[in-house]
């Protein structure tokens, strides 16, 4: 894996999370806003409709970079539009990185042919 490709889904990875948080917050602002008369659903729309462009922004990059399958890239879509799809999203890009570094290694050792 080349380094473009290695920042693309760290990039993807690292707004995972926070996509995943703000969507969960924008959920509670939405209940919140229809119970009581606190309504931050306004800020919470922007904030998380930033971080999901940027998700979208930064999937399509890595989707480029990484040449995935459709539906690999089918799967990390789909995990930017449900609620806490994006902690899993983060735990895989997190785990294939690590695959990626020590097949790297492997490689440049002469360990395997992968």
């Known amino acids: 894996m ?14 995972s999370g926070p996509e995943a948080i703000s969507f969960l917050l924008l ?9 009581t008369d606190f309504n931050a659903v306004p800020v919470m729309g922007a904030v998380h409709g930033f971080l ?11 989707w480029n970079r ?5 539906g690999t890239a089918a799967f990390y879509f789909l995990m930017s ?13 997190k785990r294939e990185a690590e695959d ?3 097949a ?8 395997v042919g992968a």
């Open 66 to 70: 990484a040449k995935w399958s459709l």
């Open 27 to 35: 959920l509670v602002c939405s209940v919140l806003k229809r119970t």
């Open 52 to 62: 999901f462009v940027l998700y979208v922004l930064f999937w399509a990059d890595a």
């Open 100 to 102: 990626a570094v020590i």
């Open 81 to 93: 539009v449900l609620p806490t799809g994006g902690f899993f999203a983060e735990r895989r890009l």
């Open 104 to 111: 790297s290694r492997a490689r440049n050792e002469g360990v």
């Open 2 to 15: 080349d380094i473009k490709t290695a920042s693309a889904l760290r990039r993807l990875r690292l707004v």
